[in-house]
């Protein structure tokens, strides 16, 4: 099928497409005037009941709890499915890449991107460690905060060699540290069973609505994810930049 | 106006499936995918989304002000948790496939081999 052919068949399914979407989105209800009951009862019950003033978190850490933790292990597999694709295998053939520019270099980062990183490292690390912990209080917590640790040494990259990247981040740090998260959450579950709850039920005291230790277990969920989070992204980073560094070898 | 972040949705994902039945680049046709999972954000937030709603952050405002689904909110993290995930996975695959087939071109990766 050549290119063109191809093109008339995806457009003629992709109007058929769109003109099913017309008809599921005819029946429904005019934007902003239907909000499910769910939604209603947690947001009335977040700060009262719950002493979380993010209601988002509230639904994530507390009353999803459990559903959070399969999110968790998703990325958690992900990473691992992606160091495997990226080990080196015993039956590669070696270099030759037909879509390879011979003798092209990669220029050196400029002076701007490396002030400019070198000055964010510091930042990110706190702006992370800030969105973390603050999960329960404002919008953020593990999985945004973790995100934004993981950028920290990619900073790093950016701004200096990769051996300076390497001796920042080693794959025994975002190892454990990936595996210390992942770990937390099922600790935390064992932790509202040994209290005499369910798994993941948040019976820790709730503490004052608005303050750092606010929430029960939520921000110790929120540390849990942040490091599993920064671990898991930092070590599918680390598969990738080997990769390039050791193409760049050959 | 009120259907408008409907048809945002649609448009996005239809111009990503777009993208990927006609891409010449694992690397673009890997992007394409997250285009059309951002159409679903979009569908998302359009229905927690009410009138005169607020985000659902009750640090400075009363605990009975009027705010927008905090569910669907929460949903759509997770969405956005399974596409960093789903690109890993893809990016990861595209790399082996350059090794093993030296193009990303998916017209001309029609050789099978197991």
């Given at each position: 099928?050549?290119?063109?052919?191809?093109?008339?068949?995806?457009?003629?399914?992709?109007?058929?497409?769109?003109?099913?979407?017309?008809?599921?989105?005819?029946?429904?209800?005019?934007?902003?005037?239907?909000?499910?009951?769910?939604?209603?009862?947690?947001?009335?019950?977040?700060?009262?009941?719950r002493h979380i003033t993010d209601a988002v978190s509230a639904v994530n850490f507390d009353v999803r709890a459990f559903?959070?933790?399969?999110?968790?292990?998703?990325?958690?597999?992900?990473?691992?499915?992606?160091?495997?694709?990226?080990?080196?295998?015993?039956?590669?053939?070696?270099?030759?890449?037909?879509?390879?520019?011979?003798?092209?270099?990669?220029?050196?980062?400029?002076?701007?991107?490396?002030?400019?990183?070198?000055?964010?490292?510091?930042?990110?690390?706190?702006?992370?460690?800030?969105?973390?912990?603050?999960?329960?209080?404002?919008?953020?917590?593990?999985?945004?905060?973790?995100?934004?640790?993981?950028?920290?040494?990619?900073?790093?990259?950016?701004?200096?060699?990769?051996?300076?990247?390497?001796?920042?981040?080693?794959?025994?740090?975002?190892?454990?540290?990936?595996?210390?998260?992942?770990?937390?959450?099922?600790?935390?579950?064992?932790?509202?069973?040994?209290?005499?709850?369910?798994?993941?039920?948040?019976?820790?005291?709730?503490?004052?609505?608005?303050?750092?230790?606010?929430?029960?277990?939520?921000?110790?969920?929120?540390?849990?994810?942040?490091?599993?989070?920064?671990?898991?992204?930092?070590?599918?980073?680390?598969?990738?930049?080997?990769?390039?560094?050791?193409?760049?070898?050959? | 106006?009120?259907?408008?972040?409907?048809?945002?949705?649609?448009?996005?994902?239809?111009?990503?499936?777009?993208?990927?039945?006609?891409?010449?680049?694992?690397?673009?046709?890997?992007?394409?995918?997250?285009v059309i999972q951002s159409s679903s954000y979009v569908l998302l937030l359009a229905i927690g989304y009410r009138v005169?709603?607020?985000?659902?952050?009750?640090?400075?405002?009363?605990?009975?002000?009027?705010?927008?689904?905090?569910?669907?909110?929460?949903?759509?993290?997770?969405?956005?948790?399974?596409?960093?995930?789903?690109?890993?996975?893809?990016?990861?695959?595209?790399?082996?496939?350059?090794?093993?087939?030296?193009?990303?071109?998916?017209?001309?990766?029609?050789?099978?081999?197991?």
């Amino acid at each position: 099928m050549t290119r063109k052919v191809r093109r008339v068949f995806i457009l003629i399914s992709a109007a058929a497409l769109a003109w099913v979407f017309f008809l599921a989105y005819r029946p429904l209800p005019p934007l902003g005037f239907v909000h499910s009951q769910y939604g209603d009862l947690v947001n009335a019950i977040t700060v009262p009941e719950r002493h979380i003033t993010d209601a988002v978190s509230a639904v994530n850490f507390d009353v999803r709890a459990f559903d959070t933790l399969g999110e968790e292990f998703i990325l958690f597999t992900s990473v691992m499915g992606v160091l495997v694709l990226m080990r080196r295998q015993s039956d590669e053939p070696a270099g030759h890449h037909e879509d390879k520019a011979p003798g092209r270099t990669v220029p050196p980062a400029s002076d701007a991107v490396r002030v400019t990183a070198l000055l964010l490292v510091a930042p990110a690390m706190l702006f992370g460690l800030y969105i973390v912990v603050h999960g329960q209080v404002s919008p953020g917590g593990g999985f945004q905060g973790g995100v934004i640790l993981a950028s920290a040494p990619v900073l790093v990259y950016l701004c200096s060699e990769y051996a300076e990247f390497r001796r920042v981040l080693s794959m025994r740090l975002a190892e454990v540290s990936e595996a210390a998260g992942a770990a937390t959450y099922i600790l935390m579950g064992l932790v509202s069973l040994g209290l005499g709850g369910m798994f993941l039920e948040n019976l820790l005291p709730l503490g004052r609505s608005g303050t750092l230790t606010s929430g029960g277990m939520v921000p110790f969920i929120d540390v849990g994810v942040g490091l599993e989070v920064g671990g898991g992204l930092s070590l599918a980073l680390l598969a990738y930049l080997e990769e390039l560094v050791e193409e760049k070898e050959q | 106006m009120n259907y408008l972040p409907y048809a945002v949705a649609a448009w996005l994902f239809l111009v990503g499936l777009y993208g990927v039945t006609s891409s010449r680049n694992l690397i673009h046709l890997i992007m394409c995918v997250g285009v059309i999972q951002s159409s679903s954000y979009v569908l998302l937030l359009a229905i927690g989304y009410r009138v005169g709603g607020v985000a659902p952050v009750f640090v400075d405002i009363p605990a009975n002000s009027r705010a927008v689904d905090p569910v669907v909110q929460a949903l759509m993290l997770t969405d956005i948790v399974v596409e960093v995930a789903v690109t890993a996975l893809l990016l990861g695959l595209a790399v082996q496939v350059h090794k093993r087939h030296g193009t990303l071109n998916p017209d001309r990766l029609t050789k099978i081999s197991g």
